[in-house]
């Protein structure tokens, strides 16, 4: 069975049984009702048990349904803390059994995390990243919000044509501001899809709710957005040769099933069907994605990229009289857009160039292509030049090196 099947059969009963379990702790519809708080405090400690058995036990790799645990985790933790002003309504009845659960919950994680090791505070640290950004951005006007969901959706479609490259900025101090809105680019978007589903829908009261139908559009281009990249690292695992099972994108499937357990448990009555379906067909959307992303020849959208910076060199040398001492000096005039190769992540062009003398490069990988290479191969592969190039180490030389620890050599 697939993986896409799995998450999938995982996922439709998962919702179907969350939306059950609310409607039945809910009783007369009050959203404010304490036993609705502590039903989801019990939940968390029930999903955390054999989290933290598998854990002490060196097991929690080994265990699927653990691994498809862990964002309805995340999830809950998240709604309770953006919601823990609720959990004084509940103090106030059921003082010793909040405390309990409360207890057991802080015992489970500190178990999760002796066992499995201190990469297990994610799952409290995705919560409250994930809650706190949630309560900012709640705070601004629907123009803002839609706006800053404009925003998202470039750096993602940035993200997916590989034009976020840090290494081909080349101003040092920009480097690291654009990796890291690169990174939290897949959860903003999630955040506002969140938020964004909730206006639609007229959910925040003391908010503008705008134009329901650009709220809902947004929100598909965000999803839409989130596949893109996905699909992108779905093509950069095909060039390096990486197992589908091994780098599934689970970051996105952890926030796509976050997310959709957020809408499930604040919108009410029959519209937490909407937080269904978004976990189900962002999931579905998300792998689907990633796995077009295996169908694409990395090798021939690297050509492809390669043969339009050969030409933006030979424009820039006919109206300059000499060819660019680096690539960067190609945008916008020349190329509106510098992509970068697709032959492994975060890979940059090798590029030289001078008076008269250029040369553009990239570091190319095969696994295995019977008979010419028998066993995965690596070099320097020089796409065009022009001249005599000078007799000194360049680029390419250095990206080998970094190369090769990334794929086993």
């Known amino acids: 069975m697939s993986w896409f099947l799995i998450l999938m059969l995982f996922a439709l009963p998962a919702a179907i049984l969350l939306l059950v379990f609310?409607?039945?702790?809910?009783?007369?519809?009050?959203?404010?009702?304490?036993?609705?708080?502590?039903?989801?405090?019990?939940?968390?400690?029930?999903?955390?048990?054999?989290?933290?058995?598998?854990?002490?036990?060196?097991?929690?790799?080994?265990?699927?349904?653990?691994?498809?645990?862990?964002?309805?985790?995340?999830?809950?933790?998240?709604?309770?803390?953006?919601?823990?002003?609720?959990?004084?309504?509940?103090?106030?009845?059921?003082?010793?059994?909040?405390?309990?659960?409360?207890?057991?919950?802080?015992?489970?994680l500190a178990l999760m995390v002796w066992g499995s090791g201190i990469t297990m505070l994610a799952i409290p640290l995705y919560a409250l990243v994930f809650a706190g950004l949630w309560q900012l951005l709640r705070r601004l006007r629907g123009s803002l919000l839609n706006v800053l969901a404009l925003v998202t959706l470039s750096v993602l479609v940035m993200e997916a044509t590989g034009s976020l490259n840090s290494r081909m900025i080349t101003a040092v101090n920009w480097r690291g501001a654009i990796s890291i809105f690169g990174e939290i680019g897949i959860?903003?978007?999630?955040?506002?899809?969140?938020?964004?589903?909730?206006?639609?829908?007229?959910?925040?009261?003391?908010?503008?709710?705008?134009?329901?139908?650009?709220?809902?559009?947004?929100?598909?281009?965000?999803?839409?957005?989130?596949?893109?990249?996905?699909?992108?690292?779905?093509?950069?695992?095909?060039?390096?040769?990486?197992?589908?099972?091994?780098?599934?994108?689970?970051?996105?499937?952890?926030?796509?099933?976050?997310?959709?357990?957020?809408?499930?448990?604040?919108?009410p009555g029959r519209l937490r069907f909407a937080g269904a379906i978004f976990m189900i067909v962002g999931t579905a959307w998300i792998m689907a994605a990633y796995s077009l992303g295996w169908r694409f020849d990395p090798e021939q959208i690297t050509q492809a990229r390669a043969e339009r910076i050969t030409q933006a060199i030979e424009s820039y040398d006919q109206q300059n009289g000499s060819y660019p001492d680096s690539l960067i000096a190609l945008t916008p005039s020349y190329l509106p857009l510098l992509l970068g190769p697709l032959t492994g992540h975060d890979q940059v062009w090798c590029y030289q160039g001078g008076q008269n003398f250029y040369r553009l490069g990239y570091v190319w990988y095969q696994r295995y292509a019977r008979p010419v290479h028998p066993s995965p191969h690596i070099e320097i592969k020089i796409f065009s030049s022009s001249g005599q190039p000078a007799d000194q180490p360049w680029v390419c030389d250095q990206e080998l090196q970094r190369f090769k620890p990334t794929i086993g050599f």
């Open 22 to 108: 609310i409607w039945l702790l809910q009783g007369s519809g009050g959203r404010d009702d304490a036993r609705l708080w502590l039903g989801i405090l019990l939940l968390v400690d029930l999903m955390l048990f054999p989290m933290a058995y598998y854990g002490l036990w060196g097991l929690f790799s080994q265990s699927l349904f653990v691994f498809l645990e862990m964002p309805f985790v995340i999830g809950l933790l998240a709604v309770m803390l953006i919601n823990w002003r609720k959990y004084a309504v509940a103090w106030e009845n059921y003082r010793s059994l909040l405390a309990g659960l409360s207890l057991v919950m802080i015992a489970l």
């Open 187 to 267: 959860l903003l978007a999630f955040i506002l899809q969140t938020l964004l589903i909730q206006r639609a829908f007229g959910m925040e009261a003391d908010q503008e709710r705008g134009s329901p139908w650009i709220q809902y559009i947004l929100a598909t281009l965000l999803l839409i957005g989130v596949g893109a990249v996905e699909m992108r690292h779905g093509v950069l695992a095909e060039a390096t040769g990486r197992a589908f099972e091994d780098h599934l994108p689970f970051l996105s499937l952890l926030l796509t099933i976050s997310a959709g357990v957020v809408l499930i448990i604040s919108l």
